[in-house]
């Protein structure tokens, strides 16, 4: 069964701190993976795309990684600001349709204390 | 910020009532979503549009119905909503072609009595 699965369901750090989120994924045949933002009341705005064959991706301060052969992706994000409080949703698709067919996590609740 | 719109933002409304959320957008894609969503869970698909005079449902059942006469539109129909339809629907768009990052648009929180 193809599914995606976050971690933690919820997080709070400090603003200014690092922090890390994962995401572990049993899609097969495996094309890409995104990591989406969602602010609160708003919907999800892309911040990063992998395919395969990458294993690093940036996008100012968040910087996604993949490891394909265990399926695994994370989102780091450096000296976190208030405006990182967001739910952060983990996302892959699958190469075995032209729709692309996504599969959604439930997302990891950040929030960023002053 | 994608340009792809959704109204109404926020929708109270009883049971039995007919709705209608809307969805446009005007980057001219040619796929089109509609997603549910409730709290901490993840999107569920529950229609989609390949283009003008096409629809499909998604993985999830919904009772709602859609259409696609114009590329910019995509507009969701409840005929009778019920309490179980409360929930987050969230509109998205992509290009036809490959698998393309979807926009989404900030959703439509509908709650029934």
């Known amino acids: 069964k193809n599914q995606v699965e976050q971690s933690p369901q919820s997080l709070i750090i400090l603003e200014g701190k690092n922090c890390t989120l994962q995401?572990?994924?049993?899609?097969?045949?495996?094309?890409?993976l995104r990591w989406y933002k969602q602010d609160t009341g708003r919907g999800p705005v892309s911040l990063t795309i992998?395919?395969?064959?990458?294993n690093t991706k940036s996008n100012g301060r968040y910087t996604a990684t993949l490891d394909a052969d265990t399926k695994q992706s994370s989102l780091h994000i450096t000296a976190s600001q208030l405006s990182d409080s967001a739910s952060y949703i983990c996302v892959v698709s699958d190469r075995g349709s032209t729709l692309g067919r996504l599969y959604f996590g439930r997302g990891t609740q950040l929030t960023v204390w002053p | 910020e994608a340009d792809i719109y959704q109204t109404p933002r926020y929708l109270v409304i009883g049971t039995g009532k007919k709705i209608t959320l809307e969805c446009s957008q005007t980057?001219?894609?040619?796929?089109m979503y509609w997603y549910q969503q409730d709290p901490g869970m993840e999107l569920h698909l529950i229609h989609y549009?390949?283009?003008?005079?096409?629809?499909e449902k998604g993985d999830l059942s919904s009772e709602s119905t859609v259409s696609r006469i114009r590329t910019e539109h995509f507009p969701l129909t409840l005929e009778s909503a019920r309490p179980s339809h409360t929930s987050q629907y969230l509109c998205a768009s992509n290009r036809g072609a490959g698998q393309e990052t979807q926009y989404f648009g900030p959703g439509t929180r509908l709650l029934v009595l």
């Open positions: 549009s390949y283009g003008v005079n096409s629809t």
């Open positions: 980057m001219g894609h040619d796929k």
């Open positions: 992998m395919t395969f064959s990458e």
């Open positions: 995401c572990n994924y049993t899609v097969s045949p495996f094309s890409n």
